[in-house]
Structure formats: C-alpha cells, structure tokens
C-alpha cells in the first residue's frame, strides 16, 4: 500500500507491517529486527501475531493515510498512519479500541529505521540535559539513560529525537508526550537504533498516542532544531523572557547576575544513603542567617554587581527534611528575624534572594504527613523510599502542590521576608507522575499542568519561578533553572562520554529562559567557556548540597577574587544575549575541541577548549 505527497512517498508491506518512506534524495526503511509490540502485565504481544489485521487506505481533505485494525482475544487497536498534504509531515497515530484495565505497560511502536552506515556523519541527536549527539562511529556504549528516555524528564528537555545521514535528516516530535519516551541503544561503534514508546495513562491507554515526523534532503542539527523552534512556536509554548518580564519584573534583575549557592542547615536522618555512619558528627551543621549576611555584604564589598543567592536549608527541619512543613525558618540560624534580616540585606545590596522549596518529595514524619494525599499507583500502593536527607518519602500528589506552594509563601511573606525568586526542586528533571486516588486522580499530564500552576503561582507574586533543571512543558511559566547542562558535567570526571554535547535545548530556547553554569576548571576542562559558549549566567560560588551528586565533585577551588572576575566576563555577555536567539552553533575543528556560538544580534563566541582561551566578538551592524 502506498500514500503521498508532493514531496513524501510511504510504502507500507501489508505482510511484514515493515515500511519505508521516500524523499527525493533518500530512502528511509524500517529495521526488519525490530516487531512492534504490546507489553502487558504478563505477556508481550507482537503486533504481527493478532488473530486478525484489516488495512483499509482513505483520502480526505486534509492528507491521505492507512488505517489498520489489529483484534487479539479481548484487545484490539488501531494505527494510523497519515500524510498531512499541506505540510508533508508524516503522522503515526496508535489508538486503542477495546483494551483491558491494568494490563498494557508499554506500547514501542512505530519501528526505528535502520541507521548503520559507519560514518562519521550518520548521527542521532537526542535531547538528554542540554543535547547529545551520537555518531554512529562513537566508540563508548551508550548505557540505559535516566528516567528510561522518559519525555518530560531530565531524558528528554524536549519531546523529540532526529537523525541525520549525510545531510538527510528527519525529526520525530511526540504530540502526546507526557506518556511516552524514546529508546536507544548504542553499542561500541554503533549502530543505533531510536524509537518511541508509550505509556498507559492509569492502567489504560485511553487516547491515541501520536508521532509526528518531518523530513528534510539538507539538513544539521542545527535546522533540525530551527524545526522543532517553529513547532514550539506554533503550539504557544515559545514563551520569551521579555515577555515574561513583562508581567513579573522580578526576572529583569536574574539578567546578568552571578549565582551564590548556600546553605543553612542540614540534618541528615539515619535511614538516608546519605548518613554517615562512621562519622556521625558529620550529619549536622547549621549556618547562621547573620553569618550569610556576612558573605553577602563582602560581594558587595567587592564590587560584584547583580547577585542571586540560593538559599538552600533554610526551614528549620534543614535541607531536603519534613517538606512540605518545613515553616518557621531554622530558629538555630536566627529564626524568623534573622531570615527577615537576611531579606532586608539582599535587598538593600540590589541583590536578588530566593529559597530552595520542595513540593514533590512527600516526608514521612512532615507534621501533615498523610499517605491518603500521596501518589497512588494503580493498584492503591504508594511510593516508599528512604535516599535523601530527610529519610523515609513518598510523592505528595502534584493536585494539591500548588495549595501548599501558597500556603508557605504567604506565610513567609506575612513573617516580613522578601523573596525575588523561588527554587521549586525536581519538578523540571523528575518524570511526571500520576495518582489513582479517587480523591485526587491526577494524570501525567494534569501533573504537568499542577506543577506549572506552583510556577504561575509565583509569577502572580512577583516571584522569578526556577527549578532544578529546564523541559518544554515548562518554558511558558519557568524564568530559569538550577541548571541545563552537558551531560559529562553530571559523571563523575573521566566516566567515558555518552556523546557529543551539542546546545539542542539553547538552539531552540535561548533567549526564553536563564541558565546558570558551573564556573569550575577541572584537569581537563574550563567549565567557564561553557558559560560563554551558551551565553548564560555563572556560579560565583556553589556549595553542593550532597558530595558526589548532581556535579558537585572535588573540583579545585578558585580564589574568590578570580571567581568575581571570571563571572562578570560571564554576566556582561548575559546582558548582552540573555534576549537574543541562538541562531547556530558549529565545530570549527575535527577534534571539535574549538566551538563558536552566534545570537541574533551578531554577537559571536569561539572557544577552544584545549588552550582554555575564549573570543567574543561583538555584533556588527
């Protein structure tokens, strides 16, 4: 069976369910190893084996499209693949017909296609952190990724993977991305393999899942993103940050500044990993409000000119403890009085002030601590776990996040303390989740929508929302981010690479959000040309809340006077770019160690990681 277009031809084998797609200058097959396949509880069921398949073709007046219907035992579903006439975009579309409740877990289907050329530029460019791209000569085995490749996750900033052969690229968008993800595999030397999955939506799939693809005879991973940029625009999730600064002026002062992450307390509980048993002195330490004041007015002394200080363990429990109650402030560091005096101080330095908060991590041994307001899974059971700080956890269902976000932040407000900004922990890095209690059932994607009605939240205040890290379903509500890096910066140094780190994320968002970036030189690298290169903000000095997690390793330490200097090389090119479109990133060498960066203004970034030295010039008009 055939369907096309003026640019687009898809074959489809009735027999094999293989197909394959043409352009004028490439042909795309389907890998013949892969079978589409339905997981359930307790068997797999290969979409070749139902007891009955139909394929009917149809023309409307949109595009043209096969319409298949697979009948197992007690299942049955339907694809349909479409060619959409007007824009030649290439829909898959899986749509469940008759289904059991609590069976299916997983759906991998369209199959990936078959990408082994062993060259150089056959890659495959996936969204992980800021971007990675894999060519298929890339000797390191790319291992199972965070999250599973899950969308909406640290896996996936954006709902989409690409390919690209010798200049024939196409791009897969997920339009129902919160339930489903991507898989890849990637052994020593290629090839790989991409493909998307999808995922039941409380124990049933309900709605279709839906692929959308487009092809291109001359492309890089720069249009490809150009291409996913416009489709952002399109669906209204292109949010810049002048337009956000337009109704939350507090985002005006994070142009520019350099990031001081400190904490106040912590306390860590005998049944974390974290607790440390041979050394149990080591589990508790409090910081003084006064004491930060300190730090702060000798920045101030020192010249530096806009500052963000992360305040992390500042409720009195400590760091990552009793969330969601975690009001009054830490009364061994001073109280309510000593954090209003540490405001008070921000606020007369220029400076900005926001807090860590968490409203996902559900602690045990919070004052209103309820397992009937945790997540449920869909047989009734909830989350149990015992890794961070505070101890034994469950998920607080999102439902009800954005009541005790308003909650905390009036009672922090009426206690006198100004806040410019707010950390909100996981909510960008961490998998949706979804909730089978009848009291709050909550979907994956009513998750999403909770989480980003905490960051609306904030902006109704004037507060600059943030969290851990950047994601696409985001980026209308969120200012900035804890950070948005490469993934090499999240391994421990010398853990072989996964790919190539590309800027996919700021190719499509730069000028939408604020990313800060680790300043520290490490023995192979200056992580400050990173910052340049992305044209984000830096961290003048960054106390990890755990050794050896998210980034923060033994990296040498900086004398204060060289940090200010380095960070206001990278505050003044915020200023001048934090507006502006990355228009195109390239290596300028076959080592790729020499990078340049251009903005729409013109202004231009070259860095050359093996010298440690850095060019910008300015834009010419």
């Known amino acids: 069976m055939k369907i096309q277009s003026n640019y687009l031809t898809f074959d489809f084998n009735e027999s094999t369910l293989s197909f394959q797609i043409r352009t004028p200058e490439k042909v795309w097959k389907s890998s013949d190893s892969f079978l589409p396949s339905v997981q359930m509880q307790e068997q797999n069921l290969k979409f070749c084996d139902a007891k009955e398949i139909r394929h009917e073709r149809y023309q409307n007046g949109i595009g043209e499209g096969i319409l298949s219907t697979y009948l197992f035992d007690e299942f049955q579903f339907q694809t349909n693949i479409w060619i959409e006439t007007s824009t030649d975009f290439l829909y898959f579309e899986w749509i469940p017909v008759q289904e059991m409740e609590n069976q299916i877990t997983r759906v991998n289907w369209p199959a990936p296609f078959v990408f082994d050329a062993v060259r150089e530029d056959a890659y495959t460019l996936i969204p992980y952190l800021q971007g990675l791209m894999i060519p298929n000569t890339w000797e390191n085995e790319i291992n199972p990724l965070h999250f ?112 001081v992450h400190k904490g106040i307390k912590k306390h860590i509980d005998e049944k974390s990993i974290f607790y440390d048993r041979e050394h149990p002195e080591n589990n508790d330490s409090v910081t003084s409000f006064a004491f930060r004041e300190k730090e702060i007015r000798f920045y101030k002394e020192k010249g530096v000119q806009k500052l963000y200080l992360h305040l992390d363990g500042w409720g009195n429990p400590g760091y990552d403890n009793k969330h969601p109650d975690i009001l009054p402030p830490c009364t061994e560091a001073g109280g309510w009085e000593g954090m209003k005096a540490l405001s008070q101080t921000m606020t007369e330095c220029g400076y900005s002030f926001g807090i860590h908060d968490q409203y996902r991590d559900y602690y045990f041994d919070a004052d209103t601590f309820d397992t009937r307001y945790a997540c449920h899974d ?163 000095d960054r106390d990890g809340a755990y050794a050896g997690c998210d980034g923060a390793f033994d990296l040498p330490a900086q004398l204060i006077d060289e940090s200010i200097r380095r960070c206001r090389i990278i505050a003044q090119l915020h200023e001048k770019v934090a507006h502006q479109e990355m228009v195109r990133h390239e290596f300028l060498n076959a080592e790729r160690t020499i990078q340049r960066t251009v903005f729409q203004d013109g202004t231009t970034v070259t860095i050359n990681l093996k010298d440690s030295v850095y060019t910008i010039e300015d834009s010419v008009h």
Request: with cysteine; net charge negative; glycine share 6%.
């Open 378 to 540: 869909p047989n009734g059971q909830i989350f149990d776990q015992a890794r961070w700080a505070g101890g034994r956890q469950s998920y607080l269902c999102a439902s009800l996040a954005p009541y005790y976000v308003k909650r905390n932040f009036r009672q922090l407000s009426e206690g006198g303390i100004h806040l410019d900004a707010a950390y909100l922990d996981v909510f960008t890095c961490n998998e949706p989740d979804e909730c089978s209690h009848t009291e709050h059932k909550m979907t994956r994607r009513d998750c999403l929508h909770d989480r980003n009605a905490c960051f609306d939240y904030l902006n109704s205040i004037q507060i600059a929302p943030s969290s851990e890290e950047v994601n696409d379903w985001a980026v209308r509500s969120l200012a900035f981010c804890h950070y948005a890096p490469y993934s090499f910066m999240l391994d421990k140094p010398g853990t072989p690479a996964k790919g190539i780190p590309v800027p996919l994320w700021n190719l499509v968002y730069h000028e939408c959000l604020i990313i800060p970036w680790f300043t520290d030189r490490t023995e192979q690298e200056d992580y400050m040309l990173y910052a340049l290169l992305n044209g984000g903000i830096g961290y003048l």
């Open 148 to 259: 599973n490749g899950q969308f909406c996750s640290s896996a996936a900033y954006m709902p989409w993977f690409a390919q690209v052969d010798d200049r024939c690229g196409y791009l897969a968008i997920a339009l129902t991305e919160w339930d489903g993800g991507y898989q890849i595999t990637h052994p020593h030397a290629g090839p790989t393999p991409v493909s998307a999955y999808w995922l039941p939506s409380l124990g049933k799939m309900n709605y279709k899942r839906i692929l959308r693809m487009s092809f291109f005879d001359d492309c890089d991973y720069n249009s490809i993103c150009k291409a996913y940029r416009q489709y952002a625009i399109e669906t209204g999730r292109f949010v810049t940050l002048a337009e956000k600064e337009i109704k939350n002026p507090s985002i005006s002062r994070l142009i520019g500044a350099s990031v």
